[in-house]
């Protein structure tokens, strides 16, 4: 049989195989005939390409004002002639999510390169060799939410796996004092959270030390995502069997090094996956920095919809940040699944591993 | 238990420790250690709630809660409880907390319903049906919830003037003021409708924990007994002269009158959380029947049983264990997600203590209730998940 006749008949089963099936194709068909015709009249057949606002119809989309308005929508407020700036940022934490996600680059300059990429992408943000800075408040669009977004991922991991052993270690008082912290900072909303960052922090630290909303919001976002990120690594130190670490200590490893050489790695093996699944999950709860007022992708194109130019495009605007987010998130959950599918593929004995794909 | 005196008695071996020993055993290595690391978090908490009392001093508010007797001037859009501006700040919160209640619970119980639905439909061998199902799943799942919110509020406020409005089945009427639809309520009588539900809880708890000490408690017996409790409840209701009245919205001048209003806000919110949650959970229900192998499904088709027995006695209970702690986890997160309100312009709880902490300034006693209440939601809803989890989850064993 050919490849096309195999597809035929899969569709043909598929579709119309029994008379429930037939009945559910002609149902969904006729739901899609109620919805798809006016959305393509709008996206597609009534939509303006080209020219300014006044071509614009009611009927159809206006595309034109994305074109006009994609670059405020991607770098917000950022001055026009240092926009290469807040490019190069998005370009470098690209790269460094492109290297973390290939399991080749693995390893210590890996580690390294994160730390040094956060401060390159801020001097590239906050204007340095220029004459003047550029305050945080003028940053904006998706530099901005991929910035928070890596900072607080990579800052908050640390901190995870500190509350993570100490959730799980043997000593009360740090036991203790961490699971009210993780259940403290996964029960509140993450907009309570920013809310503290805004109106708390700034009464709460002295003058001296008193740091701009961006920071302040990044300090605070950095602390609670910890806590959940720390929730998915105690899962991981959870599978490690006890023999493990009674293994290492009858090696003559001291506790940092156990952790650190044999159970650490085991269980980051584990997680993986989970953590790419919390992380595109915070990639979409950075478009929260609206909350705050901090022009985030999101809120940079409801800022663009507002240009008194092109007002009230909000759909248009709303599309393009849509797509990103899909762009993004689609592809990072597909790489979580296929790495799943690796790791799983390398620990378990070949037999085992067949009989996976098996079922 | 009586006998573990004797028991104790008996066993040889070292003395059990005392209650210092125990606590010395539970506080575990690096004493010392511990204590300073304890002692910094405390002084920095310390340093932090004394520098913000001296920043209130200095701007002149005086701290504590007493200001939650004072009279809030600003109006809340909608509210379960009637509220003017001028009532106090503890009643604008309660209305924003019943709010919040109000839209989780209706938001948890439609996701449940629709995402179970999702759920099975994505499991169906039709290509199209389970295909468009993965469409609507990835789309909700990988775009931002506030983004879909505001799509959802842009909708609400697009749709026609009430003049203009068309009815979906000549009763429900979708309009740029909201969403009319018909309703039943009861009114008259002694007592009101909240008097009667609270009387039916009362009533199906009290059978229910009966049947318990007569250890007759099955489900069929439980489901009686609190059908039972409400018809009692509502035929005393009935009974004290209250009358059941059914009001369908149709327009008057320029507006609909009767039925039901959800303000487009309420409106727009409810439907991000479902679609949003119900995509999750009808992932968690394909998660939870995918991991009852087929030879579960084949051996109850060897035994005769047919699809719609399959799926009651075999494979239901079975992926219940699996699907009930990630609904669980699903439901606390959209309790939770329900602030987004605030984005929205829907007067839930954080958006009412965030006004509250604009207009009195009191920021920080503002933020404690709002934690302080999301917390008491959270804890409360998984201690009883964890209570239902245990009853489903498998007896003996190691989990």
Redesign the interface.
């Known amino acids: 049989m050919t490849a096309a006749a195999r597809t035929l008949a899969?569709?043909r089963t598929?579709?119309f195989?029994t008379r429930t099936?037939t009945l559910?194709?002609a149902a969904?068909?006729l739901v899609?005939s109620q919805i798809l015709p006016p959305l393509l009249r709008w996206a597609v057949l009534d939509a303006t390409f080209t020219g300014d606002a006044g071509a614009c119809t009611r009927e159809g989309a206006c595309w034109a004002f994305v074109s006009a308005k994609l670059r405020f929508i991607l770098f917000a407020f950022y001055p026009p002639d240092l926009q290469w700036r807040p490019a190069l940022v998005i370009l470098l934490i690209a790269a460094i999510l492109t290297a973390s996600a290939l399991p080749r680059f693995w390893g210590r300059t890996l580690l390294l390169a994160w730390p040094l990429t956060i401060l390159a992408c801020w001097l590239l943000l906050e204007g340095a060799f220029t004459a003047t800075p550029i305050p945080s408040n003028q940053w904006g669009g998706l530099p901005v939410t991929l910035f928070v977004w890596a900072v607080c991922f990579a800052a908050a991991t640390p901190v995870a796996v500190l509350l993570a052993l100490a959730r799980r270690?043997?000593?009360?008082?740090?036991r203790t004092?961490s699971v009210l912290y993780i259940?403290?900072m996964?029960?509140?909303?993450?907009?309570?959270i920013l809310?503290?960052a805004m109106?708390?922090l700034p009464?709460?630290?002295?003058d001296a030390l008193s740091f701009d909303k961006m920071l302040r919001a990044i300090f605070m976002v950095t602390l609670f995502w910890a806590a959940y990120i720390a929730e998915v690594i105690r899962a991981g130190l959870q599978a490690i069997p006890d023999g493990q670490r009674e293994a290492a200590t009858a090696l003559g490893l001291g506790y940092w090094r156990t952790q650190r050489l044999v159970i650490l790695p085991q269980a980051f093996r584990i997680v993986i996956p989970g953590m790419v699944n919390l992380a595109?999950g915070f990639l979409?709860?950075t478009?929260?920095l609206?909350?705050i007022g901090i022009f985030d992708l999101?809120n940079a194109a409801?800022a663009a919809a507002t240009d008194p130019q092109w007002l009230g495009f909000?759909?248009e605007a709303?599309i393009v940040?849509?797509l990103v987010?899909?762009a993004i998130?689609?592809s990072a959950?597909r790489y979580s699944r296929w790495l799943e599918r690796r790791l799983t593929a390398g620990r378990q004995p070949a037999g085992a591993s067949a009989a996976a794909r098996k079922e | 238990m009586s006998d573990r005196r004797v028991f104790r008695a008996v066993v040889p071996g070292p003395p059990r420790p005392g209650a210092f020993g125990k606590v010395r055993a539970?506080?575990?290595?690096?004493p010392v250690g511990?204590?300073a690391?304890?002692a910094v978090?405390a002084l920095f908490a310390a340093l932090?709630?004394h520098?913000?009392l001296e920043?209130?001093a200095r701007i002149g508010i005086l701290p504590g809660f007493g200001f939650l007797s004072n009279s809030a001037n600003f109006e809340i859009g909608e509210s379960p409880i009637a509220f003017r501006a001028g009532d106090t700040y503890l009643r604008a919160i309660l209305a924003g907390l019943l709010n919040t209640l109000k839209v989780s619970l209706l938001g948890c119980l439609l996701a449940t319903i629709l995402g179970v639905a999702v759920g099975i439909a994505g499991l169906?061998?039709?290509?199209?049906?389970s295909g468009?199902v993965r469409w609507y799943i990835?789309?909700t799942?990988?775009?931002?919830?506030?983004?879909q919110l505001?799509?959802w509020m842009?909708l609400a406020k697009a749709l026609p003037a009430p003049r203009q409005a068309a009815a979906l089945f000549g009763t429900v009427f979708l309009t740029n003021r909201g969403i009319y639809m018909p309703s039943l309520s009861l009114e008259g009588g002694v007592f009101g409708l909240p008097a009667a539900l609270a009387l039916a809880g009362t009533g199906a708890i009290a059978l229910l924990l009966a049947l318990r000490a007569a250890r007759r408690l099955t489900g069929r017996t439980g489901l009686a007994a609190v059908i039972l409790a409400v018809a009692a409840a509502f035929s005393l209701l009935l009974l004290s002269g209250a009358r059941p009245v059914a009001e369908i919205p149709a327009l008057s001048g320029f507006n609909i009158r009767g039925g039901l209003n959800l303000s487009p806000e309420f409106a727009a919110l409810l439907t991000g959380l479902v679609v949003r949650f119900s995509a999750l959970i009808a992932e968690i229900v394909r998660a939870g029947i995918q991991s009852v192998g087929t030879g579960q499904w084949e051996a109850a088709r060897a035994l005769g049983l047919h699809d719609g027995q399959i799926i009651r006695l075999v494979v239901l209970p079975q992926a219940l264990r699996v699907i009930t702690p990630l609904t669980t986890s699903s439901y606390l997160d959209l309790t939770?997600?329900s602030?987004?309100a605030?984005?929205i312009g829907f007067p839930d709880l954080?958006s009412i203590v965030?006004t509250t902490?604009n207009t009195t300034g009191q920021?920080?006693e503002a933020?404690i209730i709002?934690?302080g209440t999301?917390?008491a939601i959270?804890?409360s809803l998984s201690a009883l998940m964890n209570a239902y989890n245990n009853r489903v989850a498998l007896r003996g064993g190691t989990r």
Do not use: H
């Not at chain 1, 009464?203 to 002295?206: D, N, R, S």
């Not at chain 2, 539970?26 to 690096?30: L, V």
């Open positions: 899969t569709l598929g579709l195989g099936n559910i194709t969904t068909l899609l270690s043997s000593l009360g008082g740090l004092f259940e403290l996964r029960g509140t909303p993450m907009v309570g809310y503290v109106l708390i009464m709460a630290l002295p595109i979409l709860a478009s929260l609206a909350v999101l409801r909000y759909n709303y940040v849509a987010y899909f998130c689609f959950s | 539970w506080w575990g290595g690096w511990q204590f690391f304890l978090v932090f709630v520098n913000v920043t209130m169906s061998r039709n290509l199209l049906l468009l990835e789309i799942r990988n775009t931002p919830l506030l983004l505001f799509f842009g939770k997600d602030s987004l605030v984005a954080v965030n902490a920021s920080m933020l709002l934690i999301f917390l959270n804890l």
